[in-house]
């Protein structure tokens, strides 16, 4: 089994910056992709930002340019440093791992940005 805690939300002014961690535990060899998820209320959930083993990175073009998604492997963490803070950003920001078929999940940490 795969644990992932989320932290780091919380509410920030409009233009402000917050840095999300997702700290892994459990069985995490041979996970193919680390993802950012975000859902607003009475959104579909989206994936906001990836990153696979072999490095390559992926962002919705909502955010491209504004977030940042990196990976220490030595702590088993991976980020999302978010600049520029829109309100339309306000969502609960989800961390995620694939490996072949299966999902892994935590349970999310609130972000609101306030115009």
């Known amino acids: 089994q795969v644990r992932l805690v989320e932290s780091g939300g919380g509410l920030v002014q409009a233009g402000g910056s917050l840095r999300l961690s997702c700290a892994a535990s459990g069985f995490i060899a041979n996970i193919n992709v680390w993802g950012w998820h975000r859902q607003a209320p009475g959104n579909q959930r989206e994936q906001v930002?990836?990153?696979?083993?072999?490095?390559?990175?992926n962002y919705v073009d909502s955010v491209r340019g504004r977030f940042t998604i990196s990976r220490d492997n030595a702590r088993n963490t991976m980020y999302l440093q978010m600049d520029s803070l829109k309100p339309e950003d306000t969502a609960v920001y989800y961390c995620?791992?694939?490996?072949?078929?299966?999902?892994?999940w935590g349970r999310g940490t609130q972000v609101t940005v306030s115009s």
């Open positions: 930002a990836s990153i696979t083993s072999g490095g390559t990175i």
């Open positions: 995620n791992a694939e490996r072949s078929r299966n999902q892994y």
